[in-house]
């Protein structure tokens, strides 16, 4: 378990960065259409705590505070999910779960009417999450491996 706990909060950590870089790539002005939406969804799928500046001014203090809010939930998962991680099955039944509150977190944002739900937005932010998941899973599998060999 020692040994997945580094790796795991490294993985979320760094995946705590694709909702900054996504909107910092596509600010909210830029593109115009269907697809500013689409990508204005992804941001809020991947970027959970950009919530909690929806009240604030856009500027690069609350994008920075936002960004470091992020870093610290998604650390905190990575430590968690270490934690409760002893099989893979674990693993995939935390990602499950996590595409359920996800899926829960589309329908809510769009207003449980499936002509606004943003299908890609949500496709695009389960195959990114499953990256960090992917890296834990791997982990778990070999330590399990390992420890099935060992006397």
């Known amino acids: 378990m020692r040994r997945r706990i580094l790796p ?18 596509f600010p ?4 115009p259409g269907n697809s500013k939406q689409q990508i204005t969804d ?12 929806i009240e604030r001014p856009v500027d690069s203090q609350t994008q ?3 960004t470091i809010f992020n870093v610290v939930f998604f650390a905190a998962l990575g ?12 693993v995939l039944i935390t990602y499950i779960a996590t595409c359920l509150l996800l899926t829960a977190v589309e329908a809510w944002a769009s ?5 606004y739900f943003s299908w ?12 960090p998941f992917c890296v834990v899973a791997r982990m778990v599998y070999t330590d399990t491996i390992v420890s099935a060999t060992l006397p």
């Open 28 to 31: 909210p002005a830029f593109p």
């Open 79 to 90: 430590l968690l999910l270490a934690v409760i991680a002893k099989r893979p099955r674990a």
């Open 120 to 131: 890609s937005a949500l496709g695009a932010a389960l195959f990114l999450y499953a990256l």
């Open 64 to 66: 920075l505070t936002l």
């Open 111 to 115: 207003g449980y009417t499936l002509a």
């Open 8 to 25: 795991s909060i490294v993985a979320f950590s760094l995946f705590a960065f694709a909702g900054p870089v996504i909107r910092a790539v």
């Open 42 to 53: 992804l941001v809020l799928l991947v970027w959970p705590t950009s919530f909690l500046g």
